[in-house]
C-alpha cells in the first residue's frame, strides 16, 4: 500500500489545477481517473488567457503536463472505495491498488447512472441501498443483489461477502464490463452474474423480490446499487458527507465536514464553468497543503 500526502480524485480542471499547486507546495500528490468528460471535441471560447479557440482534450493535456511537471503523478486508475481511517488518513481502493492518503480532494463532478426501474424510489431506504459499508450490516445472513455491470458493482459484492454468503449480481441487461482479476474472484467467491433486467421492485413492508422484463423474478432482501464507475454521490454516502441535494456542501475553503476531505468544481454545485472549477481547485488544494502540516509527523 502506497502512502501520498494529497490524493486527488478526477482529472478534469478542478483536479489538475489542485494539483499544479500541492506538487508546487512539495507535497506527495496522486491524481486518478481517466479522461474527464471535457477532453473531448469541445470548443472553449471564454477561457482567460485563450485569445484563439481551445479545445476541452487541448486544455486537459496541458493542464496534466503542467502538474506532471510539478511533480505530481496522474494516473488512469479508477477509485472503487474511500473509507476514513483512524491516525489521520483515508483508505481509497482503486481497481489497480491500494493508497493511504493524508488528504483527499474530490473533483468528480455529478454524473450517476440510474438503472431503469419504475419504482426504485419506493424502496430507497427500504430495501434498496448505494452504499455496501453503510448498510451491508444489517443484511447478515440474507440475499443479495449488486445491480451494476463493472469494476464497481464487482468489488461491492465482494465487500457483500462479509455480510451475507449469499449474493449476486444484476447488470441490468449491459454487457459486463469487469476485468479479468475481478471476474476471478466472483466466480471463485461464488457469486453468479445475470445479465438480465430488472423492470421493478416488489414487496410489502420492504424490498422482498425482483422481477424482470421477461416477467421473472428472484427474492431479494437488498439491492445495492453499483452502475457504472464510483462517483461523488457514491462516496458521499459512504463517507457520510453533507450534501445539498446531488452536490457536496463545503465551506468557504472547499472543506467538507470532514477534516481532510475537500470537493471542488462542478460536484459542489456552483457556477459550473472551468474557470470556476479551477479556482476552486486552487483553494481545496491550499487547504488541504495546510491540512497535510498540521497532521503529518514533524
Not at 457469486?191 to 416477467?215: F, H, S, T
Amino acid at each position: 500500500m502506497q502512502d501520498v500526502d494529497v490524493m486527488i480524485i478526477g482529472q478534469g480542471p478542478a483536479g489538475l489545477s489542485a494539483a499544479i499547486y500541492t506538487a508546487r507546495a512539495g507535497m506527495h500528490t496522486l491524481v486518478l481517473g481517466c479522461a474527464p468528460k471535457v477532453a473531448g471535441d469541445y470548443d472553449i471560447d471564454n477561457y482567460f488567457g485563450f485569445p484563439e479557440t481551445i479545445s476541452g482534450r487541448d486544455l486537459i493535456e496541458r493542464g496534466t503536463r503542467q502538474a506532471q511537471r510539478f511533480g505530481a503523478e496522474v494516473l488512469c486508475d479508477r477509485v472503487l472505495s474511500i473509507h476514513q481511517e483512524e491516525k489521520d488518513f483515508f483508505h481509497i481502493r482503486t481497481e489497480q491498488a491500494e493508497y493511504r492518503a493524508r488528504a483527499v480532494i474530490l473533483s468528480t463532478g455529478v454524473a450517476r447512472v440510474r438503472p431503469g426501474i419504475e419504482n426504485l424510489s419506493e424502496y430507497e431506504g427500504k430495501g434498496v441501498s448505494y452504499c455496501v459499508s453503510c448498510d451491508g450490516f444489517f443484511f447478515r445472513q440474507k440475499a443479495v443483489m449488486v445491480l451494476g455491470e463493472g469494476n464497481f458493482a464487482a468489488n461491492q459484492a465482494l465487500e457483500l461477502l462479509h455480510y451475507t454468503p449469499d449474493v449476486r449480481i444484476c447488470t441490468q441487461g449491459k454487457d459486463v464490463n469487469m476485468g479479468e482479476e475481478f471476474q476471478g474472484k466472483l466466480q471463485q467467491a461464488g457469486i453468479p452474474v445475470i445479465q438480465n433486467k430488472i423492470a421493478r421492485l416488489e414487496g410489502a413492508d420492504g424490498l422482498a423480490a425482483v422481477r424482470y422484463v421477461d416477467g421473472t423474478q428472484d427474492t431479494v432482501d437488498g439491492l445495492f446499487i453499483a452502475m457504472g464507475q464510483a462517483g461523488t454521490s457514491d462516496f458521499a454516502i459512504s463517507l457520510g458527507l453533507v450534501m445539498r441535494k446531488q452536490f457536496i456542501e463545503v465551506d468557504d475553503h472547499q472543506l467538507t465536514n470532514i477534516p481532510g476531505l475537500f470537493a471542488a468544481g462542478d460536484c459542489v454545485g456552483r457556477f459550473l464553468q472551468i474557470s470556476v472549477a479551477v479556482g476552486e481547485g486552487a483553494l481545496a488544494a491550499r487547504a488541504a497543503i495546510e491540512h497535510v502540516k498540521s497532521v503529518r509527523p514533524k
